[in-house]
């Protein structure tokens, strides 16, 4: 993605999760400033398309009075493409990190496009994890590895309108007088955890490509050890979904059991950051607690640390794991199973065998 070359580079396994767009002379001809009769460029509205049906989130960082370039971005139906919009008069770093910032994603996951190389050098000198994109290269970049998923999943065709709903959830959420509990009792949320089935599958390597931070070893499964450990008579491969009044919020959870002779160990358990204030971590944790506690097992989990899953960390230690022994980086929990806490009542539980039958 370096500028003066729009040839595809050799995939680095990087994977964009959102694109940041500049507007003038990007995603239309001309300045909408000087000239209100600005046009789209040719084959623009097929790459914001693409992108948005592929799960890649769109966003803009645009030099621009507000209320100008959202009603221009209505007239060519576009405006709903793009989630938390920066149209200011600051600098283009400062709008990326704060798109960054209120989607809850790595810095390192967005990508942005412009046609002017002295904002593109900007971003790249104060953010150099963010790949910079020449406007130029809009034929292309499509074909670009960093923007072509192995997979297009059923949550990767909703992404957009759930992180809008998210947004539904987060402005009522700042205007609710009560309580947090109360807060999330009146999302009527719906938590269903299931077996893993043939269907969840890419959703599964998804999970374990995209989410970091809440993420209890780093580790990534591809589609084919997914499967095997799926079919495996030795390990639990554990899946959750959960929607609310606003919405559904996909297949949000993945947790992987290895289950020995005498013991069961806990090899990961991840959760998408869209639900790290629901305490969805800690409710499908205190399930395979109960389930191993039911099959009278010992109930061990693996936890590597790295730069971004403190979170992981503190999860366990509140779900009353404690620190065992270390082998190399990764730390061993035991969990003696004596004091397992209550489900919340703020939340309902379905748990399912079988694949969960909801649209997600």
């Not at 990007?26 to 009769?37: C, R, Y």
């Not at 629901?278 to 205190?286: A, E, F, H, K």
Request: charged share 30%.
């Amino acid at each position: 993605m370096a500028d003066g070359s729009c040839k595809n580079k050799e995939e680095t396994g990087k994977n964009i999760k959102c694109l940041v767009w500049d507007i003038d002379n990007t995603l239309w001809n001309g300045i909408l400033s000087e000239d209100k009769q600005v046009t789209l460029r040719k084959g623009v509205v097929e790459v914001i398309k693409t992108l948005d049906e592929r799960g890649i989130l769109q966003s803009i960082a645009s030099k621009n009075n507000y209320e100008d370039t959202m009603e221009k971005l209505k007239e060519f139906n576009l405006d709903e493409y793009f989630i938390y919009p920066q149209i200011n008069w600051n600098a283009k770093s400062h709008s990326i990190k704060k798109i960054a910032q209120l989607i809850n994603i790595g810095i390192d996951t967005l990508a942005f496009i412009d046609d002017q190389p002295a904002e593109r050098d900007e971003v790249r000198f104060v953010l150099p994890q963010v790949s910079c994109i020449d406007a130029g290269c809009l034929g292309t970049i499509l074909d670009m590895p960093e923007l072509n998923p192995r997979f297009i999943t059923e949550d990767s065709k909703l992404r957009r309108s759930m992180y809008q709903n998210d947004i539904l959830r987060k402005n009522k959420e700042e205007s609710f007088s009560g309580t947090q509990e109360e807060f999330l009792a009146s999302l009527e949320m719906v938590l269903t955890i299931s077996s893993a089935q043939e269907g969840d599958l890419e959703r599964a390597e998804e999970l374990t490509v995209r989410t970091h931070q809440l993420n209890s070893t780093g580790y990534t499964y591809s589609l084919e050890a997914l499967r095997t450990l799926q079919e495996s008579s030795n390990h639990k491969l554990l899946i959750a979904g959960l929607e609310d009044t606003y919405g559904i919020y996909g297949k949000i959870g993945l947790a992987l059991v290895e289950c020995k002779e005498d013991e069961w160990v806990l090899k990961l358990l991840l959760m998408s950051c869209r639900v790290m204030s629901r305490g969805v971590g800690t409710i499908m944790l205190n399930h395979i607690m109960r389930e191993a506690k039911a099959a009278n097992k010992k109930l061990k989990a693996e936890f590597i640390p790295t730069d971004r899953n403190r979170m992981m960390y503190i999860t366990y230690k509140f779900a009353g794991f404690k620190e065992m022994h270390k082998d190399g980086d990764m730390v061993i929990f035991e969990n003696d199973l004596l004091n397992i806490p209550p489900y919340p009542d703020y939340i309902e539980l379905i748990f399912r065998q079988e694949a969960t039958n909801l649209a997600f």
